[in-house]
């Protein structure tokens, strides 16, 4: 579904993250780490919040910041290639919760 190649630092996580056409991510925060998404290729929708309660649909040069802690999903728009973000965050240590409980809300608030 995705996978992760990062740089290696001691202080922030630097990678590429791949997301196949028509898959997300799932529910997922990265703890106390700050996180910063960039597009590189494709199109997505973000959604953040507890219930996933918020959407924007971004693609190549857009970039969203989610502060430590927040709930978000990356979901590709794509129906035949992969999406390809540009991850940093805050932190070396690979930190992915995975929130499979989460009840993602039917019509979020789009921006």
């Given amino acids: 579904m995705f996978d992760f190649a990062g740089a290696g630092s001691e202080k922030t996580w630097i990678g590429s993250v791949h997301v196949a056409p ?3 991510t799932g529910p997922h925060n990265h703890g106390r780490h700050e996180v910063m998404i960039h597009v590189v290729k494709g199109r997505s929708e973000i959604r953040w919040g507890e219930a996933l309660d918020y959407a924007i649909e971004i ?6 910041y989610f502060a430590p ?3 978000h999903q990356e979901r ?3 129906t035949t290639e992969m999406v390809e973000y540009l991850v940093v965050r805050s932190d070396s240590e690979t930190i992915a919760n995975r929130l499979p409980d989460v009840q993602p809300v039917e019509n979020p608030q789009r921006f």
Avoid: C, I, K
Avoid at 59 to 64: E, I, K, Q, S
């Fill in 22 to 24: 028509g898959s997300n």
């Fill in 59 to 64: 693609g190549p040069g857009d970039a969203v």
């Fill in 69 to 71: 802690g927040v709930t």
């Fill in 76 to 78: 590709s728009l794509e």
